[in-house]
């Protein structure tokens, strides 16, 4: 009962996201005449850009129990894909399968917006540990603690916008936000795990050094709560572990390649789809890596199983002198800034 109550879950999580299946996707032969055949449709464009945050007062906050379990896991990340979607300025949609896209920086605080994820023991109340993550790229970009009430200094990666360091005043740390070191790279589900994660960020202030652990704790929180909101197999991947309390462990080989190419696979969807060339059944480009040639087809990266659960947009993907994507108008015009600034919505 337990195991079939979790399958339903992650069901009802991936068809949040557009698509929900096994790691090995149909061909484009396995797809109905109708959906084989079909091609995407044009995206109805809202604004483009980012919510209008001034200041850090307006970024909005999630509560994360490190003891919530995988059912907790998946609400969150159920609640997590509400506000993407609100934020988003267009679906891809392509045989009745719909992506959302990430929106772009905001033009007039000229930077992106965010969203910040509390983490917290329910049996500890000694600390918290706030996530900042970007809404335009779903990236973990700085942190800070609360120690008995008080918080501490906000910690920015090496690599992380200047403007995102000036928005919260925060301290450079000499890691950067990307895969370095891949060994590194073990998310565990157990409660352990979880408890290991928060001991790394509650304590960073005390001392600042760049353990392996506290490394490996980064690591895990990018896969655990960014990666698992980009691709389907690793939002699977990691919901199992959480589920089985699966000691820390390294990714597969393609799991690490896909998520290498989340913004590149995004790329090929956005690009047929400008062209008129969506198709599910029509072949991934030659140059798609090897490690990942067991998704060979668009139905792979969008579709019943498709990987891809939000899409990164860029600026390039957009035709020339597209009504819709008219960015020189929009940046002239005062009212494109003020875009919403959704708040989680909480289940009750």
């Known amino acids: 009962m337990v195991l079939s109550r979790a399958a339903t879950e992650l069901r009802a999580t991936a068809a949040a996201g557009g698509g929900f299946g096994r790691r090995r996707c149909s061909s484009g032969s396995d797809q109905t005449p109708a959906m084989s055949a079909a091609?995407?449709?044009?995206?109805q464009v809202k604004n483009p850009f980012a919510p209008f945050q001034i200041d850090l007062s307006h970024v909005r906050i999630t509560r994360v129990s490190i003891r919530g379990g995988g059912r907790n896991f998946r609400k969150i990340l159920r609640i997590l894909?509400?506000?993407e979607r609100k934020i988003s300025p267009f679906e891809v949609e392509v045989g009745g399968f719909r992506v959302h896209a990430t929106p772009l920086e905001n033009p007039g605080v000229k930077r992106t917006s965010f969203h910040i994820l509390r983490l917290y023991d329910p049996l500890d109340d000694e600390f918290e540990v706030d996530l900042l993550i970007q809404d335009v790229d779903l990236y973990f970009v700085a942190f800070r603690r609360q120690r008995n009430g008080e918080w501490g200094i906000w910690f920015t990666f090496s690599d992380t916008d200047e403007r995102v360091r000036q928005f919260?005043?925060?301290?450079?740390?000499?890691?950067s936000m990307g895969y370095n070191y891949p060994s590194l790279i073990t998310p565990g589900g157990s409660p352990e795990a979880f408890e290991d994660i928060m001991f790394q960020f509650a304590n960073f202030e005390d001392d600042q050094r760049i353990t392996h652990e506290f490394k490996s704790a980064a690591y895990s929180i990018m896969v655990i709560f960014c990666e698992t909101r980009r691709l389907?197999?690793?939002m699977l991947e990691i919901s199992t572990r959480i589920d089985l309390q699966s000691p820390n462990a390294a990714l597969s080989a393609s799991q690490f390649?896909?998520?290498q190419h989340w913004s590149s696979a995004s790329g090929i969807i956005l690009t047929a789809n400008n062209e008129k060339t969506l198709d599910l059944?029509?072949?991934l480009p030659k140059?798609?890596?090897?490690?990942?040639?067991?998704l060979k087809f668009i139905s792979c990266l969008i579709g019943a199983r498709g990987e891809l659960l939000i899409l990164k947009f860029n600026r390039r993907y957009v035709r020339e002198n597209d009504e819709e994507f008219n960015f020189e108008k929009l940046l002239q015009d005062p009212r494109s800034a003020r875009v919403p600034n959704p708040?989680?919505?909480?289940?009750q």
Request: net charge positive.
């Open 39 to 43: 091609q995407g449709k044009r995206p």
């Open 81 to 83: 894909k509400e506000r």
């Open 168 to 175: 919260l005043g925060g301290t450079k740390i000499y890691m």
């Open 232 to 234: 389907l197999s690793l």
């Open 257 to 259: 390649e896909m998520i």
């Open 281 to 283: 059944g029509k072949d």
């Open 287 to 294: 140059w798609w890596p090897k490690k990942l040639n067991h």
């Open 343 to 347: 708040d989680f919505v909480i289940p």
